[in-house]
């Protein structure tokens, strides 16, 4: 069966430093992928998607994200951290006609 | 930007009791969906529903519950007699042509039963 593994169930940074959330998928093929983010009492808001174009994948708010199918991972980043970014991510991978999220990570962006 | 809209935003409900949520997809999708998650788990897929009739569905997603279509602009969620394991935050996804991959969510209904 497809998973989604977020390696990490929170992260802290400082703001202005660099973000990096871990995601790595499971499946025989190359699946789409997406990274969703969910600020407290909202739904989820898509960040970006990878569907098999390019492996470098540039979403909003200054969010990029890289497939590297040898890894099996899509790891989410960001060059800076803003105070308005801490909310929660999730990573998920389309399986057939559904989405399979991970976790979730939790990112604390301090002052 | 057209978006998806659910309500309530909140309900809260007597175990046992039926509950509908509601939702309005993306006027022009063709594909929806349910999803909920359980306090601090992760967000699990329930159903999926396309051409008036449900594509997929989980193991989560028995017989009490139903999906419905009722006209041409919402989409319910039917929870028969509610169990308190039911409590959740559930949320409403549409995605447009085959094509298109994107799973566009609404803000969700937060359900509690006691």
């Known amino acids: 069966a497809q998973s989604v593994t977020q390696l990490d169930s929170h992260v802290s940074v400082s703001e202005g430093t660099p973000v990096l959330l871990r995601c790595n998928y499971s499946s025989s093929y190359s699946p789409s992928l997406f990274w969703y983010v969910q600020h407290p009492n909202k739904g989820l808001q898509l960040l970006l998607k990878?569907?098999?174009?390019?492996?470098l994948v540039k979403g909003i708010n200054g969010f990029e994200a890289e497939f590297k199918k040898s890894e099996t991972s899509f790891h989410l980043t960001k060059p800076s951290a803003h105070m308005s970014d801490a909310a929660e991510y999730f990573c998920?991978?389309?399986?057939?006609?559904?989405?399979?999220f991970g976790a979730g990570t939790i990112l604390r962006v301090k002052s | 930007e057209p978006e998806v809209t659910q309500t309530p935003s909140h309900q809260v409900t007597q175990m046992g009791q039926e509950v509908i949520l509601r939702c309005v997809p993306i006027?022009?999708?063709?594909?929806f969906y349910w999803y909920r998650q359980i306090l601090g788990q992760k967000v699990e897929f329930l159903v999926s529903f396309y051409n008036n009739e449900i594509s997929e569905k989980s193991e989560i997603f028995d017989d009490q519950f139903s999906v419905e279509r009722p006209d041409g602009s919402n989409f319910t969620l039917k929870i028969r007699s509610t169990k308190l394991e039911d409590s959740a935050m559930y949320f409403c996804?549409?995605?447009?042509?085959?094509?298109?991959?994107?799973?566009?969510f609404g803000p969700g209904t937060r359900l509690l039963v006691l």
């Open positions: 990878y569907t098999s174009a390019a492996t």
């Open positions: 998920a991978s389309e399986y057939g006609n559904k989405l399979v």
């Open positions: 996804a549409s995605r447009g042509t085959r094509g298109q991959e994107t799973q566009y």
């Open positions: 006027s022009n999708h063709l594909y």
